[in-house]
């Protein structure tokens, strides 16, 4: 003690005793609002189908995406990512049941609009991978390398068939060099303005995509490394994004979130766009796994993970957790 006062006179711990206190002079909120789920159905199932290595995410029966789509409104989740999953015997090189009027991403669509209308923003994945027998994001061409313009005409198409079935926002994830003008193009042109994009903009070859591809039934040998962005790279992902906003996206993304939180916040930093992030697959799955150890709080965990995504300036969140946490938001 300094025997003319106090010390230290500053204390920025008077600001944090007590919850309510604490509450109060929190400088990122999240919200309900702020969350995205991702929601996988696939085709040709009566029963749900649990997704091993992500406990708690199921394959869904249309019906019972059509249930969760109903419990993400109740709970004030914003919207809904869909991503179709068709037998096999459909896939093929082309990807054709991505393009199928009645594909189970299209049916998928429809169904959740049938149920929810417009009280959740319905989304779908835009890009050929879950519709193709070698599981790439695009077309290969001769040397069965994936052929970017050939497959710009397949996301084109593929934009068409999911807005007439009545999505509100596509998400192109492929990382094809000039797939959102393309797909704004394609979009515009078939009388659908006012169907948004949500462009993936930097969208990195990670290795926390493990279980996704599980989810999705991939049929991918080898990687993505030449079309995903190199976790190395960091201005790269800006110019990515100067070239998503010069050709009409009109949000962005950074996949995945956690392991690039930097990126996310140059990102936010940088644009007047709605910037979003995904919580991928593997950072879900690590918290689970550890959680189920007993090694973590999971309930703490995952409101601290979603609670730095926002703070790194994410303004949406896709997430596995995405109704669960809504749950538990309105109940602090």
């Known amino acids: 003690m300094n025997s003319y006062g106090s010390f230290p006179g500053v204390r920025p711990r008077r600001l944090r005793t007590t919850t309510a206190l604490r509450r109060m002079v929190a400088e990122t909120r999240l919200h309900p609002a702020d969350l995205v789920l991702p929601a996988f159905v696939r085709e040709g199932i009566t029963e749900p189908v649990p997704i091993q290595a992500m406990p708690g995410v199921v394959q869904h029966t249309r019906d019972t995406l059509r249930k969760a789509a109903t419990e993400a409104v109740q709970a004030g989740v914003s919207g809904i990512m869909l991503y179709g999953v068709p037998e096999d015997a459909k896939k093929d090189a082309a990807g054709t049941a991505g393009t199928d009027p009645d594909g189970i991403l299209q049916v998928a669509i429809r169904d959740v609009k049938a149920e929810v209308g417009d009280e959740l923003v319905i989304m779908s994945d835009l890009c050929l991978d879950e519709f193709t027998d070698h599981g790439h994001c695009g077309v290969l061409d001769t040397d069965g390398r994936v052929d970017n313009d050939a497959t710009l005409e397949r996301y084109a198409e593929m934009a068409q068939f999911q807005a007439d079935a009545g999505v509100h926002v596509v998400a192109p994830s492929g990382m094809m060099d000039g797939q959102v003008g393309v797909i704004r193009d394609a979009l515009d ?111 703490r965990a995952i409101l601290e993970t979603l609670t730095g995504i926002r703070r790194a300036g994410a303004q949406m969140i896709l997430t596995y957790w995405a109704t669960e946490a809504a749950h538990k938001l309105r109940q602090l």
Do not use: C, H
């Open 189 to 299: 042109t078939v009388g659908k303005e006012d169907v948004s994009i949500l462009a993936y903009t930097a969208k990195y070859s990670s290795a926390f995509y493990g279980p996704f591809r599980e989810a999705v039934g991939s049929s991918l040998k080898g990687d993505r490394k030449t079309y995903q962005q190199d976790p190395a790279n960091n201005r790269e992902s800006l110019r990515e994004l100067a070239l998503d906003l010069e050709e009409g996206a009109d949000m962005v993304m950074v996949k995945p979130a956690g392991p690039y939180l930097d990126i996310l916040a140059k990102v936010a930093a940088s644009v007047d766009v709605p910037v979003a992030a995904y919580q991928i697959s593997g950072e879900y799955a690590m918290v689970e796994a550890a959680a189920e150890k007993g090694w973590i709080d999971r309930d």
